[in-house]
Structure formats: C-alpha cells, structure tokens
T-cell receptor, first 113, second 111 residues
Framework: DGGITQSPKYLFRKEGQNVTLSCEQN?????MYWYRQDPGQGLRLIYY???????QKGDIAEGYSVSREKKESFPLTVTSAQKNPTAFYLC????????????FGQGTRLTVV | GQQVMQIPQYQHVQEGEDFTTYCNSS?????IQWYKQRPGGHPVFLIQ?????EVKKQKRLTFQFGEAKKNSSLHITATQTTDVGTYFC???????????FGPGTSLSVIP
C-alpha cells in the first residue's frame, strides 16, 4: 500500500525534553512538509523539503529542526526551545511540482506536560 | 509574504441549506487546491483548479477559480451531515513554490 505514515499517533513528553516525530512515505515524492495545527486553527508550515539533503524554514520554524537524509523520511524534532509544543502535527508529501495534490499522514498529537 | 485568507471562519447551517466558503490570496496563485478535514482526521485533497475562471463540479460541490487567479470559492448545495468538517484552500505562487494553506472554514451541519 502506498502512503504516508506518521508515528506515533499520540505522544506525551515532559517539558524540557526534545522529541522526534516520524514521517515516512513510499510514494516516491520529492517534496515533504511539516505543518502544525492548533485547535480550531489552520495549518501553519514549519519546514519543508523539496529534495534530499535540503530543507527550508516555513513560517514557524523556531524551536523545531528537521533532517532529510533519505527521500522517504522527514523526521521533525520538537526541541525544548519551542515554547508551546502541544499541538497536532501533520506531515505531507507531494511531487516536487506544486501543481499536484499533497498527501497527508494521519498526524501526531503531541502533549507536553 | 504571501497570505491566504478564508471567510467565514465558522459556518453553521441547517441540513439541506447551501454553504459557500471564500478564499482570497494576497498574490496571484499558480493553482488553487481545496482540502477537507473531518473532525479528528487529516486533510484530504478534493480538487485542483489551474486556469483563470475555471469552474469544476463534484456532485453537490462547485469550485471556482477567479479571473485574476487570486480568489476562489467552494459552494455546497443542499448540505448533508457528511459535509461536516473544515475546508481549506491552498496554493503556491508558482509551480515550484511552497503551498500556502488558508486558515480554513469549519462547517457544522444541524440535522
């Protein structure tokens, strides 16, 4: 089955700890994205990558880091520098050309206590 | 930078009523995409419009791309409870630019 997988679905962490969210796709897509969604809010772009070993900051990159060592994988690390990390995190992928649809993972709901 | 706005933010309708959400970009878009997110779910692609003035229909849903390629609308005829969710528009400035999402319109349908 082709698709994009995020894990875990729910994640709890103590304040001050870094946490890494996984995103894997087997759609052979070049572009991958991380969005943050807060209750009742839209999607805010954190980071995106259009090619392996390259990524760009989105609108709210502060307190986050990413890597793109493989085409299939785009993990997101939420660092202790992120002031309000509790949110719903969505990963997406698409063919590099933005004239195509984005496929979203199921999302990871992160709660920091 | 590029901004994409949507109105209204929330809409409550009686089942059977029509619903429209409007999307406006601060810059010309290469294309406009619409997504639907059910409560507790993830966004799912509905459609893409590319040409100026383009209109596309999917059963009870009608999508329109403005002549200036800066605005778009989604109209649902005779809403059903299955239409509940948040509708997002999204678009890049150019074909190889990042896609910017609007804040979404949350639709509630009262049976």
């Amino acid at each position: 089955d082709g698709g994009i997988t995020q894990s875990p679905k729910y994640l709890f962490r103590k304040e001050g700890q870094n946490v890494t969210l996984s995103c894997e796709q087997n759609l052979n897509h070049d572009a991958m994205y991380w969005y943050r969604q807060d209750p009742g809010q839209g999607l805010r772009l954190i980071y995106y990558s259009q090619i392996v070993n390259d990524f760009q900051k989105g609108d709210i990159a502060e307190g986050y880091s990413v890597s793109r060592e493989k085409k299939e994988s785009f993990p997101l690390t939420v660092t202790s520098a992120q002031k309000n990390p509790t949110a719903f995190y969505l990963c997406a992928s698409s063919i590099w050309d933005s004239n195509t649809e984005a496929f979203f993972g199921q999302g990871t709901r992160l709660t920091v206590v | 930078g590029q901004q994409v706005m949507q109105i209204p933010q929330y809409q409550h309708v009686q089942e059977g009523e029509d619903f429209t959400t409007y999307c406006n970009s601060s810059t010309t878009l290469s294309n406009i995409q619409w997504y639907k997110q059910r409560p507790g779910g993830h966004p799912v692609f509905l459609i893409q419009l590319v040409k100026s003035g383009e209109v596309k229909k999917q059963k009870r849903l009608t999508f329109q791309f403005g002549e200036a390629k800066k605005n778009s609308s989604l109209h649902i005829t005779a809403t059903q409870t299955t239409d509940v969710g948040t509708y997002f528009c999204a678009g890049p400035r150019t074909s190889y630019d990042k896609v910017i999402f609007g804040p979404g319109t949350s639709l509630s349908v009262i049976p």
